[in-house]
């Protein structure tokens, strides 16, 4: 690059910076903390909550990496307006083509990027952080222990405990099983632990006593006890193997591996193909975005009393264009086929914005523009 190239490009980057760092923070407070809510009701240790941070912040730069880019270029070609500096850049010998040549290298820069956060980071820290809460949800015996709560494991069942200690160790506990419309059992103990081997369970409850009711409450039968155990498998759900979802697998996978992981989940096929054709179609995202922010400042240069009202419109010409690569996914699922849609809308924006900048450098529009200054 040329040193006039090097500092339009610098001047692109530093506010790309500054927006990509504030957007990921605000969204990221925003998505974190019902997430860290669920972590200090489950008790948590510091560990998880640092993954759970970590990873939730891939997800939150892939909406808003290419929406920075394109207010970090309005923001810096607006700029170079402000100070003249793009008087001097054209009078230098630089046509607008040169400058849209610039801003193309930073949208591209940009979309690697985000091409590698969507093919290599993405997946991974999503499989991850959701991982994360499979695993919370499938500890059932941090659950058990969980004081001073009801839990309700499946439908029928209902345990409470009063205090807890180490080692899933129990005091003050009731089990109410409800699953049969003939009789309900009622367990409640002293003192209970659970035992755990090779995935089985087993709630061991000491001094205690069992009644069973009659579904009209016309018999009622107690039972004392000082050791009683069964088995907890009975009646918690079965432990599941996690299979990623569509936003959690690369665009490969989920184009050339959906029929696979469709067999292994509650997703269909299309499922993953939409998610990976809209994610393919966001890294293309944030060259069209550049560009189309610096085809509405070049206009600036013919009509400046209207740059608040260009801006504007093009910043929502941008929220347009990247709704519409979210929504058409919808259509994608129900129709496969009208896969070509979803790249439609920025492909459209960057060849029109391709046609202005030809007809800008014409010869009639180089005239006008001379007569008018």
């Known amino acids: ?16 910076l500054l927006f990509s760092f504030t957007f990921v923070g605000i969204l990221w407070l925003v998505q974190i903390l019902p997430k860290l809510e669920n972590l200090v009701l489950n008790e948590q240790p510091f560990f998880i909550f640092f993954q759970v941070g970590i990873n939730t912040i891939p997800q939150v730069a892939y909406f808003v990496i290419p929406i920075a ?18 008087v001097a ?18 949208g591209m820069t940009v979309s690697i990027f985000l091409l590698v956060l969507v093919f290599l980071i993405l997946p991974k820290s999503a499989f991850k952080l ?15 222990v969980n004081v001073g709560k009801f839990f309700h494991p499946v439908s029928g069942i209902t345990i409470y405990v009063r205090e807890s200690a180490e080692d899933n160790q129990m005091k003050g506990i009731f089990v109410f099983d409800n699953r049969n419309k003939a009789y309900s059992l009622l367990y409640s103990a002293r003192e ?50 996690y299979v990623a979802s569509p936003l959690e697998v690369s665009p490969y996978a989920g184009l050339f591996e959906s029929k696979d992981l469709a067999l292994l989940t509650n ?51 941008a929220l347009f264009m990247q709704a ?10 129900q129709f496969p086929s009208l896969v070509f849609l979803i790249y439609m809308p920025p492909l459209m924006i960057l060849l029109i914005i391709l046609l202005i ?3 800008f450098e014409s010869p009639r529009v180089y005239l006008d523009s001379e007569i008018s200054s």
């Not at 850049?89 to 930073?106: E, M, N, Q, R």
């Open 1 to 16: 690059m040329k040193t006039i190239e090097k500092y339009i490009f610098m001047q692109l980057v530093k506010p790309f």
């Open 69 to 86: 880019a394109f207010f970090s270029t309005i923001y810096a070609i607006n700029k170079l307006f402000s100070e003249a500096e793009i």
């Open 89 to 106: 850049i054209i009078g230098s010998g630089f046509s607008y083509s040169s400058i849209g040549k610039i801003v193309f290298v930073f």
């Open 130 to 144: 959701q991982s994360i809460f499979f695993q919370i949800e499938q500890n059932y015996s941090a659950k058990l």
């Open 192 to 241: 209970a632990t659970i035992r755990e081997d090779k995935g089985v369970k087993d709630l061991i409850m000491k001094d205690g006593v069992l009644q069973i009711s009659t579904a009209d409450e016309k018999s009622v039968v107690s039972i004392r006890f000082d050791n009683f155990g069964f088995n907890l498998n009975s009646f918690l759900p079965k432990t599941e193997t």
């Open 267 to 317: 997703y269909t096929q299309t499922e993953y193909v939409a998610e990976s054709h809209m994610k393919l179609a966001s890294i293309l995202s944030p060259i069209s975005l550049c560009m189309l922010a610096m085809i509405s400042l070049v206009l600036l240069g013919y009509e400046k009393n209207n740059n608040n009202l260009i801006i504007v419109f093009s910043s929502l010409v």
């Open 324 to 333: 519409s690569i979210i929504g058409l996914k919808s259509l994608l699922v």
């Open 357 to 359: 900048i030809k007809w």
